[in-house]
C-alpha cells in the first residue's frame, strides 16, 4: 500500500524477451530479463511490471508483428518506456540487442539499441546489464505527482525504492521536503505543486559497486573459460603448481638450456604443444652471456670467471658487481619463463592462472619479478625492456663506490618500481579474446601484429575497431 493507502501502481517500465524455442538462447535471454531488472532495482529506477501483469497484457494486446505486439502490450499497462531483448548468433560469437523504446515523452532521451557479443553465453547478460546500468547511472529521478493534499502537501510515486529518504532535497522545481516515505510513493512540501504534474529530483544512482561486481563476474567467467586453472587445479592446484614451475621446473631446465628450457618448461604449466618465443630465447640468451662474461670482459679477463674464487685481481666494485651479475641468473630465467608463458598464452588463446583477479595477480608479480606483471598481461617486449631498465640500474649501484650516486640510482629504482607495479595494476591485459569479454560495448579497441597472409609470409597488421 501506498502512503495514502491506496494500491500502488505495477511499475512503468516493461520487459519483453523474444523467445526462440531454443534452449541456449531463451536461457540466456531470461538471464538478461532477470539482469535488466536487478538493474533497476540497484539504480532505483525504472520499476519494472512483474511477469503476470505482463502476461495479461500480451494476452489482451493483438498484433501484426512481434514489434506492434510488444508495443500495444505496453501501452496497455500504461508503461512509460518498455525494452526488446533479441538473441542471435553472429560470426562466432553470441550476441544479444536490447533496444529501448520510450512510450512517454519525459524518456525520449533513453531511446537506443545497445548490442552485446560474447564467445561465452555465460557473459552476455552480465554485460547486458553493464550497459543498462550505464544508461541509468545518469538518470535523475523523476516523479509522478499523485496527488495534492489538503494542505498544500503532494503525494508522489517514487519512494524508498527509488532512494529517497525523509529530509531535503534539488529538483527541477526548487528545494522540497520529504515529509512521508513508503517503499514506492512519498509526500513532499516546500513548493507549490498545485499546476505541475511531475517533478524531478537532482540525484542520480550510485552504482560503483554494482559495475566492479559485474566487471569481476565477467572476467571471472572469461578466466574459468580460457584459463588453465582447472588442469593445475587437478595436478594439485594453480598456485602450488606455479610456484613449482618457476622456481624448480624452469631453473632446472634453464640451468641446462638457457632461454630454450624455459620454452620446455611450459608444458608444466598446462600448455601443449607450445609455440617457441624465438625474441625471447634470444633475449635470455644474450643475458646469459652478459651475466657470466661482463666481469671478465671489463677486466681484459683477469679476474677468475667465478666470483666466489679469490683473485687478487678483483677490485671491491667488480667483485660486488660479479655476485650481482650470478645472484641474479635465477630472476632472467624467471623473465625467460614468463616471456615463454605469455607468448604462448597469446598464441593459444588461453589465460595464465589465478586471472579473474589479474590486476592483483600482476601487481603481485612486478613487486618480485621486474617486468613480471607486464609479461602476466602479455605485453612481452614492455616486460623485457622493464627488467633491462631495472636490472641496469641494480647493476650500477652494486657497481658504483660513490655513496651518492648509488642512493640516486636506488632511487630511482625505487620509483621505476613503483611506476611498474602501478602500471602492472591498471593496464588492461592485451589478450585480445579476453578484451573482447571484458570491454565494454562503446570502447575502442586497438590491435596490431604480425600474422600470415595466403601465402605463409609474415605481414604487419593494424586494427581500429569500435563497437555501437
Not at 56 to 63: M, V
Not at 107 to 124: F, G, H, Q, T
Not at 438 to 451: E, K, Q, R, V, Y
Request: aromatic share 12%; proline share 3%; hydrophobic share 40%.
Amino acid at each position: 500500500m501506498g502512503v495514502n493507502g491506496q494500491s500502488l501502481k505495477a511499475g512503468d517500465f516493461v520487459i519483453f524477451a523474444s523467445f526462440t524455442g531454443n534452449s541456449l538462447y531463451d536461457e540466456i535471454l531470461s538471464a538478461s530479463e532477470n539482469a535488466l531488472a536487478n538493474t533497476c532495482n540497484a539504480a532505483g529506477r525504472l520499476v519494472p511490471i512483474e511477469f503476470h501483469y505482463k502476461k495479461t497484457a500480451i494476452e489482451k494486446s493483438n498484433g501484426s508483428d512481434a514489434d506492434t505486439l510488444y508495443m500495444n502490450a505496453a501501452q496497455y499497462l500504461n508503461a512509460k518506456i518498455y525494452a526488446v531483448l533479441t538473441a542471435y548468433y553472429e560470426n562466432g560469437d553470441y550476441a544479444l540487442k536490447l533496444k529501448l523504446i520510450p512510450i512517454k515523452d519525459d524518456y525520449n532521451d533513453l531511446k537506443r539499441e545497445v548490442i552485446v557479443y560474447s564467445k561465452i553465453p555465460a557473459n552476455i547478460h552480465l554485460k547486458a546489464a553493464r550497459e543498462f546500468a550505464k544508461i541509468l547511472k545518469t538518470l535523475h529521478l523523476k516523479s509522478d505527482i499523485i496527488k495534492i493534499l489538503s494542505n498544500g502537501s503532494a503525494i508522489i510515486n517514487t519512494g524508498q525504492w527509488h532512494g529517497l529518504e525523509t529530509g531535503k532535497y534539488n529538483t527541477n522545481l526548487g528545494t522540497v521536503e520529504i515529509k512521508n516515505v513508503s517503499r514506492y510513493e512519498s509526500i513532499i512540501t516546500g513548493i507549490d505543486l498545485g499546476k505541475v504534474n511531475s517533478i524531478e529530483f537532482k540525484v542520480l544512482p550510485n552504482l560503483k559497486s554494482y559495475l566492479k561486481k559485474i566487471d569481476y563476474d565477467i572476467a571471472e567467467n572469461s578466466a574459468k573459460t580460457y584459463s588453465v586453472d582447472e588442469v593445475l587445479d587437478k595436478k594439485g592446484g594453480r598456485i602450488k603448481k606455479s610456484i613449482n614451475g618457476i622456481c624448480v621446473i624452469n631453473m632446472g631446465a634453464s640451468a641446462c638450456l638457457p632461454g630454450y628450457g624455459s620454452f620446455l618448461s611450459i608444458e608444466y604449466m598446462g600448455i601443449e604443444k607450445g609455440a617457441v618465443d624465438y625474441e625471447g630465447i634470444f633475449i635470455t640468451s644474450a643475458l646469459m652471456i652478459t651475466h657470466a662474461g661482463l666481469v671478465p670482459f671489463m677486466t681484459d679477463f683477469k679476474v677468475n670467471f667465478f666470483p666466489w674464487v679469490k683473485d687478487s685481481d678483483r677490485t671491491e666494485q667488480i667483485k660486488r658487481l660479479n655476485y650481482f651479475m650470478w645472484c641474479t641468473i635465477p630472476l632472467t630465467f624467471t623473465a625467460s619463463f614468463f616471456s615463454q608463458l605469455s607468448y604462448n598464452y597469446t598464441a593459444k588463446n588461453i589465460l595464465p592462472p589465478q586471472f579473474e583477479n589479474y590486476n592483483t595477480s600482476a601487481a603481485v608479480l612486478s613487486i618480485f619479478v621486474p617486468g613480471g606483471g607486464m609479461f602476466y598481461k602479455g605485453y612481452r617486449l614492455t616486460g623485457w625492456s622493464i627488467y633491462l631498465s631495472e636490472m641496469t640500474i641494480a647493476g650500477l649501484s652494486a657497481y658504483t663506490d660513490d655513496k651518492k650516486n648509488r642512493n640516486i640510482l636506488l632511487g630511482s629504482l625505487a620509483a621505476l618500481k613503483c611506476i611498474e607495479i602501478a602500471a602492472s595494476y591498471i593496464i588492461t591485459p592485451s589478450y585480445s579474446f579476453f578484451k573482447k569479454e571484458i570491454t565494454h560495448s562503446d570502447n575502442i579497441n586497438f590491435f596490431a601484429g604480425l600474422n600470415k597472409d595466403h601465402n605463409n609470409d609474415k605481414e604487419f597488421t593494424a586494427a581500429i575497431s569500435l563497437s555501437f
